[in-house]
Nanobody, 123 residues
Framework: VQLQASGGGLVQAGGSLRLSCATS????????MGWFRQAPGKEREFVAA????????NYADSVKGRFTISRDDAKNTVYLQMNSLKPEDTAVYYC?????????????????WGQGTEVTVSS
């Protein structure tokens, strides 16, 4: 299973970015997909997740109302649209895949990880 994250960059506070995570077709149809992030000197934290069976979404409280996770079945790609970005959103963002249809905010329960894409929000 391969996950390829992209879309990070430098943006001013209040701006937007869209992250992408390209997967194989097999991954797309059998896994929950999640986004996590890790800021310098901090532990990795859950950001958002989406299931394939019904497309249910879940978000960390810190990003609710600002971030949207979505999927494109035709492209086998998961997106994280990030709006109203804040300096505290600065981190390396990782996409991850968890077998099955039950989402989890625990990164240890995810089976595969992408390489990460860096997001920097300037004040």
């Amino acid at each position: 299973v391969q996950l390829q994250a992209s879309g990070g960059g430098l943006v001013q506070a209040g701006g937007s970015l869209r992250l992408s995570c390209a997967t194989s077709r097999h991954t797309f149809s059998n896994y929950v997909m999640g986004w996590f992030r890790q800021a310098p000197g901090k532990e990795r934290e859950f950001v958002a997740a989406i299931t394939w069976s019904g497309g249910r979404t879940n978000y960390a409280d810190s990003v609710k109302g600002r971030f949207t996770i979505s999927r494109d079945d035709a492209k086998n790609t998961v997106y994280l649209q990030m709006n109203s970005l804040k300096p505290e959103d600065t981190a390396v963002y990782y996409c991850a895949a968890r077998w099955g249809s039950i989402w989890s905010p625990n990164g240890r329960e995810y089976d595969y990880w992408g390489q990460g894409t860096e997001v920097t929000v300037s004040s």
